[in-house]
Nanobody
Framework: QVQLVESGGGLVQAGDSLRLSCVLSGGTFSTYTMGWFRQAPGKEREFVATITGSSGSTRYADSVKGRFTISRDNAKNTVYLQMNNLNSEGTAVYYC??????????????????WGQGTQVTVSS
């Protein structure tokens, strides 16, 4: 059974950086497309970034382009989300997700089969 465990969340100030990590176990990591989503209080869960398993192609939400970077280390079964210049919109629970359709990517949550438990990021202004 595939499991995802996120880490790296915390309390930061506006303008700070933070790196989230997500480790996948129970599957062949390199064959999974990985994604990051977030859910702010009172809002729907929204797409943040995704990276394919095969080629490492990436896609970002417009709201984070140029500030966030998604990457993966297949040797460590880990996907990262580097978040720079955080603002108040960054306050949310961040979720890691995995899809076995490793050659594709999508911003749609139903593309992903497995989800982590989430890690809280709070940005103070």
């Amino acid at each position: 059974q595939v499991q995802l465990v996120e880490s790296g969340g915390g309390l930061v100030q506006a303008g700070d950086s933070l790196r989230l990590s997500c480790v996948l176990s129970g599957g062949t990591f390199s064959t999974y497309t990985m994604g990051w989503f977030r859910q702010a209080p009172g809002k729907e869960r929204e797409f943040v970034a995704t990276i394919t398993g095969s080629s490492g192609s990436t896609r970002y939400a417009d709201s984070v382009k140029g500030r966030f970077t998604i990457s993966r280390d297949n040797a460590k079964n880990t996907v990262y989300l580097q978040m720079n210049n955080l603002n108040s919109e960054g306050t949310a629970v961040y979720y890691c997700a995995a899809s076995p359709r490793g050659g594709l990517y999508s911003a749609l949550s139903n593309f992903y089969r497995y989800w982590g438990q989430g890690t809280q990021v709070t940005v103070s202004s």
